[in-house]
């Protein structure tokens, strides 16, 4: 924290850290874009609106046009004086509905969203009924044709472990002299279920990872669910991992089913808020 110490000096100021819970339809993504509406872009723009100063942001991942985010950590610098709980009843008032800062707080010196984070969770639903459910249709994917659960279980084993997500990733573009980014990643767990005994079509994807990479998650939920329609056979999926070529994989899933659900770091902020 800097102290103001005479003419030219900066004001001081203290790093913070916000959870913040997005509905990402009315977004073209959450990483800031000059010319269109983002999640950071709205919340950067409304923070310096409250604190009347310039700030800075960095999110714990960039998610795509129409993905949501529940467990989203953003992190900043903010002027010192700032109530933080007047700036958070200040944002919802602003940013609401579409956005809200669940909480926040003080953070290190040295916390960053993004580098600190030891591992990112999502969640993606389906809807696996012969009919829609209005209900449900901004925030999962409605899959018409009956899944076996055993086979998305069994197949969803295949990804977890570190292997090169090429299959499943949108290769990022890259000047001509410049290598290609490595796709490795790192994938701890993931898990199949339908958590809703009153909704035992809404059926729910979790998979945690130290980093994922563009697409990668929509991809591994478009190559399952064609496992779990019999159009692969579980087996199938370990030789699309191997085979590091996006056109072995499944379709992408629609981004409206998929939540970036909750973010890891070493001292366990925010988790202890659940």
């Known amino acids: 924290m800097t102290e103001i110490d005479g003419p030219g000096a900066h004001p001081a100021r203290r790093r913070v850290r916000m959870l913040v819970a997005y509905d990402g339809a009315a977004f073209h993504g959450f990483a800031a874009n000059v010319g269109v ?29 129409g993905v949501h985010g529940w467990g989203q950590v953003v992190s900043g610098e903010v002027p010192a004086a700032v109530d933080l709980d007047d700036l958070a009843h200040r944002l919802n008032s602003l940013l609401g509905p579409r956005i809200a800062v669940r909480a926040i707080a003080d953070a290190p010196a040295d916390f960053d969203a993004r580098f600190s984070a030891t591992w990112r969770e ?53 000047a001509p002299d410049q290598p290609s980014p490595s796709l490795v990643r790192r994938v701890l767990s993931t898990r199949w279920s339908a958590p809703d ?14 980093s994922f ?22 087996g199938d999926v370990p030789g699309i991992v191997r085979a590091r070529d996006r056109a072995a994989a499944g379709p992408v899933a629609p981004p409206h089913g998929l939540v970036l659900w909750r973010v890891g770091y070493p001292d366990a902020w925010p988790e202890q808020l659940s």
């Open 213 to 234: 990479c563009h697409q990668m998650v929509r991809s591994i939920v478009g190559t399952l669910v064609e496992v779990g329609r019999g159009r692969l056979h579980p």
């Open 122 to 174: 999502y969640r993606y639903h389906v809807w696996n009924a012969p009919s829609p459910h209005p209900l449900l249709a901004a925030s999962a994917w409605h899959v018409p044709d009956p899944l076996a659960m055993w086979a998305l279980r069994e197949a969803s084993s295949a990804v977890i472990g570190e292997h090169d997500f090429s299959s499943f990733c949108r290769r990022p573009k890259v």
């Open 37 to 65: 509406a983002t999640v950071l872009g709205e919340l950067g723009a409304a923070i310096e609106r409250v604190v009347r100063a310039p700030v800075v942001l960095t999110g714990a991942g960039r998610t795509d046009a």
């Open 197 to 210: 005994p009153d909704h035992p079509a809404l059926l729910r994807f979790e998979i945690r990872g130290t």
